[in-house]
Structure formats: C-alpha cells, structure tokens
C-alpha cells in the first residue's frame, strides 16, 4: 500500500524554540495533506488542510502563525510549531489523501515534548 | 456539525472470544464511514470503510462493520481476537469521502489471555 512517512518520529525541544515536523508520501502525489493533534488517550483533532500550492485552511481555534504550515510540492508537507511552550506537547499527525486511486494514508506520527 | 460517538472507552476481550466495538454517528446526509487501529505510539491504518452499497462491510485483518442507517451506527466486529489485535480503535465519518475526517474518542481493545 502507499505510504506517508513523518520525520522526525519524536523531538525534544526547549520552551521558545521551534520545532519543524514533515510529512512526505513516498510513492504518490499528494495535492492535499492534513495535520490533526492527539492527546494522550485522547482522540485526533483536525488542525488545518494542506493544499499544494496555496495557503493551509486552518480549524477554528488553531493558531495558523503559531503553526505554519507549507505544501511545497505534491509529496512534502511540513508543519512548523512556532515558539514552542509545554502546553504544545503532543503527538501530530498527517495524513495524505491519494488521487487516483482515492483513499488517505496516514504517517506514523511524530511526537513533540517540550520541556 | 457531524460527530461521533464511541461509547466504550476500555474494552478487555479474551482471546478466541468475540468482538463488537460500537461505534454511533451524527451527521444530516448520507456519511462516509471509516474504522482505523492506531497501535501504541503509531499512526493509523485503515481497517474498513464504508461508501456506499452493501451495507456489511469487510475489512483487513478478519474484521467487518455494519452500516445501519435507522440507528446511526456503524459497528466494528471480528468473530475471534487474537493478542496482537490489542490496540486502540477509531471510528471516523466524513462527508467528502477521502477528505476531512471527524473522529470518535477511540475503543482501547485489551486482550486476555
């Protein structure tokens, strides 16, 4: 099956800093990606559509300059969390709609402490 | 707005016995449904999905769902668990297909011996 591949899996960073994530589908292009937020024991939380292209749509309550958001090209997708705090710890992840045909993948995720 | 509904939190199985994840959604027209398994510490991988059609529904792994439109369901079963089916379980519906997915808080599955 395809496959979507997030990097890193886990990162460690200091209060104030900032903390890049990708995604990237590794045998499909992918026009649209989505970052969703998971809590511990908690269920994934849609944070923004990432379009190819064009600027991310970002859910309501999320903070689109505290996570940027860029779709260079058909197979990358990074999410940048700007200014990190503890309250920011969590575990993201994307996921990579293919076209043709249609069915999303999903990464791994990658998990962000930050101290 | 759609929603979903996973009323069990924690489920605890024995092995060889029997599996029903329930799994309730809210949402006007007709939905597109979906069960992922998310493994400690991994992403999500798709069991099952439901378009359209027959409404019973078989996915990887052994497992099925049942799509019931009067009751708003759309139940995950497997006839006989196995311990490496201990994870946690996603029912999410959509209403673009492949596109933004509305997720349930999850099932943990435990398996017993």
């Known amino acids: 099956g395809a496959v979507v591949s997030q990097h890193p899996s886990w990162v460690i960073c200091k209060s104030g800093t900032s903390v890049k994530i990708e995604c990237r589908s590794l045998d499909f292009q992918a026009t649209t990606m989505f970052w969703y937020r998971q809590f511990p024991k908690q269920s994934l939380m849609l944070m923004a559509t990432s379009n190819e292209g064009s600027k991310a749509t970002y859910e309501q309550g999320v903070e689109k300059d505290k996570f940027l958001i860029n779709h260079a090209s058909l197979t990358l997708s990074t999410l940048t969390v700007t200014s990190a705090h503890p309250e920011d710890s969590s575990f993201y992840i994307c996921?990579?709609?293919?076209?043709?045909?249609?069915?999303?993948?999903f990464g791994e995720g990658s998990r962000l402490t930050v101290l | 707005a759609q929603s979903v509904t996973q009323p069990d939190i924690h489920i605890t199985v024995s092995e060889g016995a029997s599996l029903e994840l329930r799994c309730n959604y809210s949402?006007?027209?007709?939905?597109?449904l979906f069960w992922y398994v998310q493994s400690p510490g991994q992403g999500l991988q798709l069991l099952l999905k439901y378009f359209s059609g027959d409404t019973l529904v078989q996915g990887i792994k052994g497992f099925e769902a049942e799509f019931k439109r009067s009751q708003s369901s759309f139940n995950l079963r497997k006839p006989s668990v196995h311990w490496s089916d201990a994870a946690e379980y996603f029912c999410?519906?959509?209403?673009?297909?492949?596109?933004?997915?509305?997720f349930g808080t999850g099932t943990r599955l435990t398996i017993i011996p």
């Open positions: 999410a519906v959509s209403n673009f297909g492949n596109e933004k997915l509305t």
């Open positions: 996921s990579a709609r293919r076209t043709s045909p249609g069915e999303l993948f």
């Open positions: 949402y006007g027209a007709t939905p597109y």
